[in-house]
């Protein structure tokens, strides 16, 4: 069964246009009641994927944060390439010791 997660007051719910109860299908509603406080309004699907797609953003950034501070101490401590060449002969080395297809 699908249903609609409320986080907050159900009078808010009663003031919200018949709109933004429709739109809770598709996306997140927000609704402020008297200028304070923020509820939010949506089906479990959307909010199912939103955490899904929170979790693979900061699951990205964090892979990203990672390389990035490894290239930075790599750089530092002269662990770097002067070629495309030998870049690539260290790619393929790499991949080949884990098993992982050749680079083309």
Not at 10 to 16: A, E, M, T, V, Y
Request: with cysteine.
């Amino acid at each position: 069964m699908h249903g609609t997660v409320c986080l907050g007051t159900n009078s808010s719910l009663r003031k919200s246009s018949q709109h933004d109860k429709i739109r809770t299908d598709t996306q997140i509603v927000y609704i402020a009641e008297n200028g304070r406080g923020e509820y939010i309004f949506t089906s479990e699907e959307v909010l199912e994927r939103e955490i899904r797609q929170a979790v693979e953003r900061a699951l990205y950034e964090e892979r990203l944060r990672t390389a990035l501070t490894q290239s930075r101490t790599d750089l530092a401590e002269g662990r770097y390439y002067s070629s495309r060449d030998k870049l690539r002969a260290a790619v393929e080395e790499k991949r080949a010791s884990h098993g992982w297809a050749r680079v083309l």
